[in-house]
């Protein structure tokens, strides 16, 4: 039997019956999800994975490895049909990941990239036949960011990731009442505010005040696993934050933290807090955020962290639940959470959103400058829910 023929990505080729797709090796999990002619998931065909191995008559898996698609029994809204593997710990996937049928086969190189999810190829319907297509996109923030892509209920990734699962350790934001609550934010693009997305979970009204004005703000896109959340405004923002080039961080290296903490309680102004990045990591070494001592308090989520040339390294997620600590008979302060610049970059890729990348020649100015050049781009979010 010859060997399957090479795709690579961007190739398309004829496919036709029911054919199956071999995952090589170990390691990332499949799933298949069917999208309408709008591309988003059709309601007739909710996505299949490789944990549940559902049975359908249009797909199913033989092993966990290999997934048959009997193309003819595809449900007429289905235009389209992506098949993805992903890293149930959401980890970059890191290597090479092939996927093959009887005649054809794709790689993927993952190698040195931060995706913790890839979709593999796709199979679509073109002029009453079915063809496939290589792809190899991925997506570092993993089954989050396509699920976001698509239009998948967000229940389906908690399912599939145990990380996402309820469980001790970070503290979550208060549970939300009825009423305002408020957060805060930082302006990435003339008319986009970033923030978590627990800030702004079940709001029914968002207004951000920045640069002295007070804004009517829409929540476009929310990614609750990564707890980043974009909101928009009509209005021209009156200043926007910086990334630094290099968004590697330092261990030991300083920063300053900026929000709207406890607000009714302190000032209604910003807030600022000096400190220095404690651990590149978080809980159980999640490496989508960093440890910082920098002091913070409830209101905070969603501010800037900057570093002291004044570039964008941060957001503000979250603090250890010291009370869960304490009852184990431990102890700590200002053990703090903030998303690395690099998730936040791949979330604004995700949706077409192109920050400014500060100079790599920019000089340290000091902690009274830093906290000054950003007051045009920091931002007061208030919620009704």
């Known amino acids: ?42 309601p007739s065909f909710p996505p299949i994975d490789a944990v549940t191995r559902e049975m359908r008559p249009a797909a199913h898996f033989e092993e966990t490895n290999r997934l048959r698609i009997d193309l003819e029994s595809v449900p007429d809204g289905v235009e389209r049909l992506l098949l993805i593997a992903f890293d149930r710990d959401n980890q970059p996937i890191g290597r090479t990941v092939t996927i093959e049928t009887s005649v054809l086969r ?21 002029q009453g036949a079915w063809r496939i297509a290589a792809n190899g996109q991925g997506f570092a923030m993993g089954l989050s960011a396509i699920a976001a892509a698509y239009g998948i209920d967000h229940g389906w990734v908690v399912r599939l990731i145990p990380r ?51 804004l009517p703000a829409q929540a476009v896109f929310s990614d609750p696993h990564n707890d980043l959340a ?45 400190g220095n990045i404690a651990a590149l990591c978080g809980i159980g070494n999640d490496s989508s955020v960093f440890q910082f001592t920098a002091p913070i308090a409830s209101g905070n989520s969603g501010g800037p962290i900057l570093d002291m040339t004044g570039h964008l390294v941060g957001l503000v997620c979250s603090s250890l639940n010291l009370e869960r600590i304490r009852e184990r008979g431990a102890s700590g302060e200002n053990i703090n959470f903030g998303i690395k610049g690099a998730m936040m970059l791949s979330f604004l890729d995700a949706f077409g959103i192109e920050p400014q990348m500060a100079r790599t020649t920019d000089q340290p100015v ?18 009704e829910c």
Do not use: W
């Open 106 to 126: 794709f790689a993927a190189d993952l190698g040195g990239r931060a995706d913790a999810a890839v979709i593999l190829v796709e199979c679509y319907r073109h």
């Open 230 to 274: 974009l909101l928009h405004v009509d209005a021209v923002l009156p200043g926007v934050a910086q990334f630094r080039p290099q968004v590697g961080l330092h261990l030991g290296e300083d920063i300053v933290a900026l929000g709207f903490p406890l607000q009714g309680l302190l000032g209604t102004g910003p807030q600022a807090s000096a």
């Open 366 to 383: 000091g902690r009274a400058a830093v906290v000054r050049q950003a007051r045009d781009f920091i931002a007061k979010i208030t919620c």
């Open 164 to 214: 996402l699962q309820p469980s001790a350790g970070y503290g979550d934001s208060p549970p939300r009442n009825s009423g305002p609550s408020s957060g805060s934010g930082v302006a990435i693009e003339r008319n986009h505010i970033l923030t978590n997305a627990h800030v702004v979970d079940g709001a029914s009204a968002v207004v951000v005040h920045v640069g002295g004005r007070q």
């Open 1 to 42: 039997m010859p060997a399957p023929r090479d795709l690579v990505a961007g190739e398309r080729a004829p496919i036709a019956g029911a054919p199956v797709f071999a995952l090589a090796g170990d390691g990332p999990t499949l799933a298949l999800i069917g999208l309408g002619s709008d591309r988003r998931t059709s």
